[in-house]
């Protein structure tokens, strides 16, 4: 059948064989069964979050706008940006009396608070989702074709039952739920061409929570070569006209206008605390590692310090020659307690007792490295799966080799690379380790037992049933590698083996009251998932790496081929 080109279609949808969409996909019906779920978990397991919002839902209402950022009565202090504020005070504003007195707006050292708090609480984490909702809804709806509207829908249908989402919002508590949705407004808008919404989304996303700046190279890459720059050579005007031409003013007046406006409306109330505001957002002095070993490259550098430590102290042969490679101060090996404090992954300096000191300056250049790499063919072919594969990039170099990363910001990468799995056969294979290595490197944040049922059935039954609704779906590759299959198969495999490391890791926790050997342990389970997680997500961010920059197929906006 001929093809031809649909109108006002985004350039990643171009031609396609004419197929009418004749059924309507809607989240709304997912939506409500999670809310069975969600409604639930109200009375389960919170973490200190809870208290750190419940604290300054306290501070937004209760003291002037110049004090947000200096306020410090709980250690539990303002630390996101404006944005973020602003919606703290609009949820103050709906608190009813009786959660007031429950103690709701109490600003305290530490919250003394019922029932009814975290009600109100929980209730605003789930109204907040709606912006994830409609999201995932416009994207499904502007998609022009039933194929790509199937596809679509099997990626946002993965995203709003995300067990990362139940597992840090509405178990651990947050609100990722609603950055990630104006997370994917930005991601849409770009898929539509609508630059100057995209740049929009963005900016308003950095003035609620800054852990997005991982992405922004490769948001401001994207829409400076496809909006502001245009490369036409005209050879009958000079050398320095055609310099001049190389940008397209009123396209840059306009999406820096809009970004300059957004970023003043934010930060514009604060400019008497600016340094204080500052300070909040970019802590430096906190250490290489966060609460636990996120897991990543310096999980596994972490990792091998403590082998390395045991390797010294057991084995009499190794000490000359590791001291000679490596240079450390052996009479710090004799001190236990210190060991055992710098292996618990607390936030502040760890130390590295064998392998050489990380340093901040370290991990920054790793990190832009690793994104100037992918940015590089992003500025060659600025189309929209090169720009998301691009921020799926940026996204595994921040977390990488980031300094204290957080464990929960795997999510920078599972999300937009949700968007693309379906792209192609071959990327579901790094999809496939990254969301089970991801997901389940989210575990440890909770740990009681009540919750230990929800984490682990939820997130492999939802494992499984996309494991195999992606391939449905999936567009197949023309050409098959069968170094692919093999690494399937490994993947696989890898992602099995990670059932048996979960049994492991409960039967420790559930035996270490009775046996006293196991209380030594204390972290064990931490290692555990932080290195073979980690060891995952390398996997798949080398797999993913390979096909960004060696299969320009992939990242092509041509229409699907069925």
Not at 152 to 177: E, K, R
Not at 438 to 460: D, Q, R
Not at 484 to 500: C, E, K, Q, S, T
Request: proline letters at 4%; a positive charge; aromatic letters at 18%.
């Amino acid at each position: 059948m001929a093809k031809k080109k649909l109108a006002g279609a985004p350039a990643e949808v171009a031609t396609e064989s004419e197929t009418p969409i004749t059924k309507k996909y809607s989240l709304i019906n997912i939506w409500i069964v999670t809310l069975a779920l969600k409604f639930l978990l109200f009375v389960g397991y919170h973490s200190t979050d809870f208290d750190v919002h419940r604290n300054w839902l306290a501070i937004t209402n209760k003291l002037p706008i110049s004090q947000w950022y200096i306020e410090n009565t709980s250690q539990w202090t303002l630390d996101y940006p404006p944005f973020f504020a602003y919606f703290e005070y609009v949820l103050s504003l709906f608190v009813p009396q009786f959660v007031r007195d429950d103690g709701c707006l109490d600003i305290v050292e530490k919250g003394a608070y019922g029932l009814p708090t975290v009600y109100f609480q929980r209730i605003t984490v789930i109204v907040s989702e709606f912006v994830l909702l409609y999201a995932l809804q416009w994207m499904i709806d502007t998609s022009p074709t039933y194929v790509i509207r199937r596809r679509m829908y099997v990626a946002t249908a993965s995203l709003a039952l995300s067990p990362g989402l139940i597992l840090i919002d509405n178990i651990h508590f947050q609100y990722n739920g609603m950055m990630y949705g104006i997370l994917l407004l930005c991601i849409n808008s770009a898929r539509l061409q609508r630059y100057v919404l995209c740049g929009f989304w963005f900016a308003v996303l950095l003035c609620f929570k800054h852990i997005y700046l991982y992405l922004a190279p490769a948001v401001f890459i994207f829409l400076l070569r496809a909006y502001c720059l245009k490369f036409n050579w005209n050879k009958k005007k000079n050398f320095i006209v055609n310099i001049f031409n190389f940008v397209q003013w009123s396209n840059l007046f306009k999406l820096g206008g809009v970004v300059i406006i957004v970023f003043t409306v934010a930060f514009a109330p604060f400019y008497n605390v600016l340094p204080e505001l500052v300070s909040r957002l970019f802590p430096f002095s906190r250490g290489l590692t966060h609460a636990y070993w996120a897991p990543n490259v310096w999980a596994i550098y972490s990792f091998v310090d403590r082998v390395l430590i045991q390797v010294y102290k057991r084995v009499a042969i190794t000490r000359f020659p590791l001291q000679k490679i490596f240079k450390f101060d052996p009479s710090l090996l004799a001190n236990d307690e210190l060991l055992r404090t710098s292996t618990r992954g607390i936030v502040g300096d760890i130390e590295f007792f064998v392998l050489p000191t990380i340093t901040p300056n370290l991990t920054f250049l790793l990190t832009l490295f690793y994104q100037i790499m992918a940015l590089i063919p992003l500025f060659i072919q600025p189309t929209y799966r090169r720009f998301v594969g691009a921020l799926t990039l940026c996204g595994y170099a921040s977390f990488l080799f980031g300094w204290h990363v957080h464990e929960k910001a795997i999510l920078l990468v599972i999300f937009p690379m949700t968007l693309i799995a379906a792209r192609d056969r071959r990327l579901l294979t790094p999809f496939n380790l990254l969301v089970c290595c991801g997901y389940g490197s989210l575990f440890p944040l909770v740990f009681t037992c009540n919750e230990w049922l929800i984490k682990v059935a939820y997130s492999f039954t939802w494992y499984f049933i996309f494991y195999f609704v992606f391939r449905k779906v999936v567009r197949l590759s023309k050409t098959v590698e069968s170094s692919g299959h093999v690494l399937g198969r490994v993947a696989d495999w890898y992602v099995l083996l990670f059932i048996l490391v979960v049994m492991m890791t409960t039967l420790v926790d559930v035996f270490k009251s009775k046996y006293a050997f196991l209380q030594k342990f204390e972290f064990l389970n931490l290692m555990v998932y932080s290195v073979y997680c980690g060891v995952g997500i390398i996997g798949s961010w080398n797999r993913f790496c390979w096909l960004y920059f060696m299969d320009d197929g992939i990242w092509n906006d041509k229409e699907d081929e069925e």
